[in-house]
């Protein structure tokens, strides 16, 4: 079990100081968060794309790769990357560049992304949002496989003997997340390719998340990937803890209600019986967390959003502080022992070299 945190780069005003960061200092705090998290033992940094405000994640593979030069393991990821308004070359040649600097350390999550008025930004369509990611992903996985690609489509010019570089490191492409919030057609196409699925499981609730990582497992399994609950599966989560339970609720109770991902009518109390949201005590969230594994099953990816809503730096270096002290050991020690031994644990860039070494090998005997 991979655990680990990720960010959308929101710019959001602090409902109790009043205070919105600036740009430079939101981009500056999510390098800080990265670096936390390593410290404390986390497994996982995903980045946000978003080319609107109040977002600053506009480039995740720049700020990702700067990351990579102050950090020695954790694993740098995207949540997500937009394929759809990001032309596949340009994602073949720079998710391939960091993966070189990363030392094979990364890997991404393609998404639609959520902000329709993006599309035309881009010269795109939205209405053409489900047939544009399926065609710039395939043309991807091409690019990544193949040294001289010649390829024509609906959406992009055609190319001709064209080879992106660098070419991915060692040979092996990075591993790809097909990350949802709520169309099938993303899971039946991380199922068709023997991709991971993350399910965002975040705002909806967890009836809705079950529907669609079960949907993933049966078609992974019907295209011959392995049995369904060999499946790749991520999950989000959101989380709020303080030592004591009612501090917590206490603490994030302004936020829940001036942020604007939050509210909207709904009580806090209401909010976390209905999605995955979790305010409380460690223990709380070490408990809501293990439950997930009741409607999805074992799964590979855990990721929780702590730094959203307007919380100051110093409260997101405290929630660290907690996952890493309090949540993190338990959580790896039980999803560990629960797993049984023919799910695979998460892809990483040293296990698909094997995987890749051992096909070769079986090929040539």
Same mark, same amino acid.
């Given at each position: 079990m @991979?655990?680990?945190i990720f960010s959308i780069g929101d710019v959001t =005003?602090? #409902?109790?100081?009043?205070?919105?960061?600036?740009?430079?200092?939101?981009i500056k705090a999510t390098v800080?968060?990265?670096?936390?998290? $390593?410290?404390?033992?986390?497994?996982?940094? +995903?980045l946000g794309q978003h080319h609107n405000p109040p977002f600053v994640? =506009?480039? #995740?593979?720049?700020?990702?790769?700067?990351? +990579?030069?102050q950090t020695e393991r954790i694993i740098l990821s995207t949540a997500t990357t937009l394929i759809t308004t990001t032309d596949p070359v340009r994602i073949a040649?720079?998710? =391939?560049?960091? @993966?070189?600097? +990363?030392?094979?350390?990364?890997?991404l999550m393609l998404g639609r992304g959520n902000t329709g008025q993006v599309y035309s930004w881009f010269g795109q369509d939205v209405r053409d949002g489900i047939e544009l990611a399926a065609e710039n992903y395939a043309l991807l996985r091409q690019l990544w496989r193949e040294r001289a690609v010649s390829w024509e489509g609906q959406y992009r010019t055609s190319l001709e003997g064209f080879t992106a570089t660098p070419r991915p490191l060692d040979g092996v492409p990075p591993f790809v997340w097909h990350g949802s919030v709520r169309s099938p057609e993303v899971a039946e196409r991380a199922a068709y390719y023997g991709d991971g699925y993350f399910a965002h499981h975040i705002f909806w609730p967890l009836a809705h998340t079950e529907r669609m990582v079960g949907l993933y497992r049966r078609r992974f399994e019907h295209h011959g990937h392995g049995s369904a609950d060999q499946a790749i599966v991520g999950l989000g989560g959101q989380v709020y803890m303080h030592r004591n339970s009612q501090e917590a609720v206490k603490e994030f109770r302004p936020y829940f209600d001036k942020a604007p991902p939050?509210?909207?009518?709904?009580?806090?109390?209401?909010?976390?019986?209905?999605? #995955?949201l979790t305010v409380g005590s460690p223990q709380q969230v070490i408990e809501r967390t293990l439950g997930f594994r009741e409607y999805v099953g074992d799964y590979q990816r855990q990721l929780f959003l702590i730094d959203h809503a307007g919380l #100051?730096?110093?409260n997101v270096l405290e929630q660290l502080d907690l996952l890493g002290e309090e949540v993190l050991p338990i959580l790896r020690k039980e999803f560990d022992s629960l797993r049984p031994a023919h799910v695979p644990g998460a892809p990483t860039h040293q296990s698909l070299l094997a995987?890749?070494? $051992?096909?070769s090998t079986s090929a040539h005997a």
């Open positions: @991979q655990i680990g =005003a602090d #409902p109790i100081s009043g205070m919105t960061p600036t740009e430079h200092e939101r800080e968060i990265a670096k936390k998290a $390593e410290e404390v033992g986390l497994d996982v940094i +995903a994640a =506009a480039s #995740p593979t720049t700020t990702l790769a700067y990351i +990579a030069a040649e720079d998710y =391939a560049q960091l @993966q070189h600097l +990363a030392d094979g350390r990364m890997d939050y509210g909207r009518g709904r009580s806090m109390e209401e909010f976390t019986r209905a999605t #995955p #100051p730096l110093k995987a890749a070494s $051992e096909e």
